[in-house]
């Protein structure tokens, strides 16, 4: 159900929405997250082992160890070595993929499996080539209080002034369209980032010795003295301050 939505609808965002509103979870009664939905159809286990899966792979480089006349649309693959050793989020290069086959039935085509391959390669490089640096001062650390679920920027634009404004929303409210979170946004993000730096300033301020020396040395790199002035090298920024 999963592929057939996702070649209907294009996006593994769209999905999850689709699963969210309509209430589908995963066998252990989880919401299903843009990351499993992606895992699940990048997993070459649930297609076919016939002639073309055989062809796509072998384009690929993968490792073939059953010969094209053994992938003869019976089983489903069954792929080995897709990534580190001890690091299931770390994959392998193709050509060190193992693809064999299996002895469980399949439960989509290799023409869909391979058309929903090339739907996610589509769309991995259009949000490469619309990648940018975000102004949102918060990004991955501002959390939902209602449901948990990291809040995202939303509603970018730049007001008269030439101030970056933009809000802050919860990305389950976002991707459920309200049914599971209906909590408000934070419609002035720029405003609210700015009231979380005077707290931090604050906090800064009435620190003990120890909290700031604590502070610096996650901060501060390096500090290199010329004898007139001083550059600071941070973690964060390679170039000196």
């Not at 439960?107 to 391979?114: A, P, T």
Request: charged share 20%.
């Amino acid at each position: 159900m999963i592929f057939d939505k996702y070649l209907e609808l294009g996006s593994i965002s769209k999905v999850e929405t689709y699963l969210l509103q309509n209430g589908i979870k995963t066998p252990k009664q989880a919401n299903f997250s843009s990351n499993v939905i992606r895992n699940i159809l990048i997993n070459p286990v649930y297609t076919v082992a016939d002639a073309t899966t055989y062809d796509y792979f072998n384009k690929l480089e993968c490792i073939l160890p059953k010969s094209k006349e053994d992938f003869n649309g019976t089983y489903g693959l069954m792929p080995y070595n897709r990534h580190k050793k001890g690091k299931s989020n770390l994959a392998n290069p193709k050509d060190k993929w193992i693809i064999s086959i299996g002895t469980h039935m399949p439960i989509i085509s290799s023409i869909d499996w391979i058309k929903a391959q090339k739907q996610l390669k589509a769309n991995s490089d259009l949000a490469f080539s619309n990648t940018g640096t975000s102004p949102a001062l918060l990004s991955g650390l501002l959390y939902c209080k209602h449901c948990g679920s990291v809040m995202q920027v939303a509603g970018q634009g730049v007001l008269a002034d030439g101030t970056v404004c933009y809000n802050y929303r919860c990305t389950t409210k976002t991707k459920s369209r309200g049914k599971l979170c209906n909590s408000d946004n934070i419609s002035k993000g720029y405003a609210f980032d700015a009231l979380v730096v005077k707290r931090v300033r604050k906090l800064i301020d009435a620190a003990t010795l120890h909290q700031k020396k604590t502070l610096m040395r996650n901060l501060i790199k390096r500090i290199e003295w010329d004898g007139t002035n001083a550059d600071i090298f941070f973690y964060f920024n390679q170039s000196p301050l």
